[in-house]
Each structure stands twice: as structure tokens, then as C-alpha cells.
């Protein structure tokens, strides 16, 4: 694949378009490693979060008529399947969704602000739902009917009278909190290039974190039994609360989660995966393009905790967050200046 380089605005640092897709590609398959070993919370929005930062800015400095987020997408499901083989079938699924809807709509960069905010409100709602339709589908309806019977039937013990559902509410609230993750990406991405100009001096303070063995980033098993353990005590839980539910139910939601859960991580998502190889494969990308991501990732995670460590020492609140995300792009920038 060949990458330019493109001028930031109004500066004289040059951008290597692989520096996002470096970005994006550390992004699904180490990303979470690095925010569970430092504790932090909504780890699916911080990665679809990152990965509309950086389709937004492929399809910002990518010429008219080039397929730039496309090639991106290509590379970066090779990498995931290469160095992530344990992500769950569901991810490549959002990849794939979020790189098509990116390269439809950035096909140019008129109405910039606009299509930013369109895609990264879409992309991040897709998010949302896909696990929501996930999990519906692994627990079915009548499991989220019975949770809502119990939370309704705990609040009447306090002779109180709820009047809405609690799951569906649950469910609503998760969505919105999505919907205003895209809002806030999609009026911010436009004044990153620019905050990434102010951050980059910032840079040569970092020091890049020594590996420690006992972070292992980028790898995420499936606990299937603990999962069942933890849905056979819930289902007990609603036995005691709703006496009246049928044994024969219980029973069903139970083995109907099993056979599902089974289902998908057994015959699914390995079809899905070799689809996905295959379907990388037939596109004629040079191997060498996914092999450089690969070998520069560790690297990269390494200095992306530098990054966190300096953050937490110089902001509060929602600021590290923001500059974060500022540090870590402005990082794979000077990776490929």
C-alpha cells in the first residue's frame, strides 16, 4: 500500500497517513488491554471512539477519489485477526460496519464538519445496538421480561411504585450515552489537527513504560463457565423473588443462553474469521503494509501508558480523556513523521 504524506493545516508538520491506521489498528487490539490494566471504564466506546478519530481523519486528508479508508479497513481486520485471534466475532463486525460507512462518506472533505458529525453519531449508535441485539439474542426476551418482574418486585418491597421498565430504561440509557459519545466526537474531530500541533512539543517529556509481564495487553478470553455461573445465580435469584415462575422456564432460558453462547463462539465466529481472511486476502494488499503495523504495535503500546502516566500527572477530570486521545494521536504522528 502506498502511503503519503499530507501537511497539517496551517503547520509545517507532515503526516504519514499510516499513523492512523497505526492508531486504529493498536486501538482494536490493544486497547483494551491498556485500559482494563489501568481501570478504566467504557472500554467499547474508547475504542469505537478511536476509530472514528481515525477514519475521520483518513477520509480528511485522503485526495477525492481514492480509497484510503478502504485500504485502512483492510489492514487493520488482517492485523486484528493476526494479533487479536481471541476478539469476539461481533468486533469485526463493527470494524467492517464503521470503515464502509467511512468510506461512503468521506468520499470527499466538503461539509467536513457535517459528515463528522453524521458519521461518528451513526457509527457509535451501531455500536450501541449491535451489543444490545447481541445480548437479546443470547438471554432472549423473556430473561429481560423476568429481570424487569424482579427489579419491579424489589422496589413494590419498599412500597414504592416504579411505573416504567427498568431494563428497557437500562437499555435506553446505554444507547443514549452512545449517542452523546458520537455528538461530542463529531463536534471535536474537526480541532484535532490543530490541538495536535499545540500537543506535540509534549511529546519529548513522555517516557515510554518498561514492559511488565504481568499486563497482558491485547488478550481477552471468554470466561463461558463463569458467565454461566454468574446467569445460573441470577436465574435463582428471580426463583426466590418470583415463586410463581416455572421451573420449565427457568430451564429454557438456561439452556437456550447455553446453546447460543455455544453456538456463536464455537461455529460462528470461526466462519466469520476465515470470511473475513479470505475476503482480505482476495483484495491484493501487500502483506508487508499489515506485517509493519504488526511489529510496530508493542512498541507503540509501550509509549501509549507513557502517555496515560504523564496525563494522570498533569490533568483532571474529563481533560484526560480529551488529551489522551490528543497524546496518543499526536504519538502514532511522530511514529511515522
Not at 149 to 161: K, M, P, Q, Y
Amino acid at each position: 500500500m502506498n502511503v503519503d504524506s499530507v501537511k497539517l493545516v496551517a503547520s509545517p508538520i507532515s503526516i504519514n497517513l499510516k499513523s492512523f491506521i497505526l492508531l486504529w489498528a493498536f486501538a482494536e487490539t490493544s486497547i483494551g488491554g491498556v485500559l482494563h490494566a489501568l481501570k478504566l471504564p467504557f472500554t467499547g466506546i474508547f475504542v469505537g471512539g478511536i476509530a472514528v478519530i481515525c477514519i475521520a481523519m483518513l477520509g480528511y486528508y485522503q485526495k477525492a477519489g481514492e480509497r484510503r479508508i478502504l485500504e485502512a479497513l483492510f489492514i487493520v481486520l488482517m492485523v486484528k485477526l493476526l494479533v487479536s485471534p481471541h476478539s469476539p466475532w461481533q468486533a469485526y463486525i463493527a470494524v467492517a460496519f464503521q470503515g464502509y460507512l467511512g468510506s461512503l462518506i468521506y468520499r470527499n472533505n466538503q461539509n467536513f464538519k457535517l459528515k463528522t458529525l453524521i458519521f461518528a453519531m451513526i457509527a457509535l449508535f451501531e455500536s450501541a445496538i449491535q451489543k444490545l441485539l447481541v445480548t437479546m439474542l443470547i438471554f432472549g426476551v423473556h430473561f429481560f421480561e423476568s429481570l424487569d418482574s424482579v427489579a419491579t418486585s424489589v422496589v413494590s418491597a419498599f412500597g414504592l411504585d416504579a411505573g416504567f421498565s427498568f431494563v428497557y430504561t437500562a437499555f435506553g440509557i446505554y444507547i443514549s450515552l452512545h449517542l452523546l459519545v458520537g455528538l461530542i466526537l463529531g463536534m471535536w474531530i474537526p480541532k484535532i489537527p490543530g490541538q495536535v500541533i499545540d500537543f506535540a512539543p509534549k511529546i519529548a517529556y513522555i517516557e515510554q513504560a518498561k514492559p511488565i509481564d504481568k499486563l497482558k495487553l491485547a488478550k481477552y478470553k471468554r470466561n463461558v463457565w463463569a458467565s454461566i455461573v454468574v446467569f445460573i445465580l441470577i436465574l435463582a435469584c428471580m426463583k426466590w423473588l418470583l415463586p410463581e415462575t416455572k421451573y420449565s422456564m427457568l430451564m429454557w432460558m438456561f439452556f437456550r443462553a447455553l446453546l447460543i453462547s455455544l453456538l456463536l463462539v464455537f461455529i460462528v465466529s470461526p466462519l466469520i474469521k476465515k470470511w473475513v481472511k479470505k475476503w482480505v486476502a482476495s483484495k491484493n494488499i501487500d502483506a508487508s503494509s499489515w506485517n509493519d503495523i504488526i511489529d510496530m504495535i508493542p512498541q507503540f503500546t509501550l509509549k501509549v501508558i507513557g502517555v496515560m502516566k504523564f496525563v494522570n500527572q498533569n490533568f483532571k477530570g474529563f481533560n484526560k480523556v480529551k488529551y489522551f486521545l490528543i497524546g496518543i494521536i499526536t504519538l502514532s504522528v511522530n511514529e511515522l513523521d
